[in-house]
T-cell receptor
Framework: GAVVSQHPSWVICKSGTSVKIECRSLDFQATTMFWYRQFPKQSLMLMATSNEGSKATYEQGVEKDKFLINHASLTLSTLTVTSAHPEDSSFYIC???????????????FGPGTRLTVT | QKEVEQNSGPLSVPEGAIASLNCTYSDRGSQSFFWYRQYSGKSPELIMFIYSNGDKEDGRFTAQLNKASQYVSLLIRDSQPSDSATYLCAVNQEGGSEKLVFGKGTKLTVNP
């Protein structure tokens, strides 16, 4: 399957600072990447859809000024958590969409995730 | 509101048995169906996808799709303790969208 990397795998930051998370598709070009958040023992929550060269589309309730997404190339998307607070502590996971085997479908492959702790 | 429903479990099976995981979806226009496995503290891993009605087999895994009933399932044969994880069903939205709607997942435990 397709490989997606994320960096860093974990980060601890102080309240009020910003943190940038990188997501890369290593062996394929991804026109679309997705950013999810997952709290302990809860299901995945889609935060935003990121398309190369255009503005991200945010899900309802997600603050776009707080979670800045940049999709600069077909293999790289970044999520910046600005002015982080303890309630932003979570597991952030990106995924990249790869054109599927059926010709019209897409398959989503996840990165390993970034565990953010805000103190 | 497009929904994907799964039994949250936990589902417990003995080693060597068949584990059966079920999923229903509300969007009749969905075209692509996925099963992800998520170990505790890790990100989801794609293990099966199916686009056509019927069965699709890959090793010990079989995905079954019935679009008329809006039902997709995953069978795991000869279950192993290493299969213990949460299994997420995901369905794309109408129109071939790349965006997926996820179920809340079924926690599977395989007992040695």
């Amino acid at each position: 399957g397709a490989v997606v990397s994320q960096h860093p795998s974990w980060v601890i930051c102080k309240s009020g600072t910003s943190v940038k998370i990188e997501c890369r598709s290593l062996d394929f070009q991804a026109t679309t990447m997705f950013w999810y958040r997952q709290f302990p023992k809860q299901s995945l929550m889609l935060m935003a859809t990121s398309n190369e060269g255009s503005k991200a589309t945010y899900e309802q309730g997600v603050e776009k000024d707080k979670f800045l997404i940049n999709h600069a190339s077909l293999t790289l998307s970044t999520l910046t958590v600005t002015s982080a607070h303890p309630e932003d502590s979570s597991f952030y996971i990106c995924s990249a969409s790869s054109h599927g085997t059926s010709g019209t479908s897409y398959e989503q492959y996840f990165g390993p995730g970034t565990r953010l702790t805000v103190t | 509101q497009k929904e994907v429903e799964q039994n949250s479990g936990p589902l417990s099976v003995p080693e060597g048995a068949i584990a059966s995981l079920n999923c229903t979806y509300s969007d009749r226009g969905s075209q692509s169906f996925f099963w992800y496995r998520q170990y505790s503290g890790k990100s989801p891993e794609l293990i099966m996808f199916i686009y056509s009605n019927g069965d699709k087999e890959d090793g010990r895994f079989t995905a079954q799709l019935n679009k008329a009933s809006q039902y997709v399932s995953l069978l795991i044969r000869d279950s192993q303790p290493s299969d213990s994880a949460t299994y997420l069903c995901a369905v794309n939205q109408e129109g071939g969208s790349e965006k997926l709607v996820f179920g809340k997942g079924t926690k599977l435990t395989v007992n040695p």
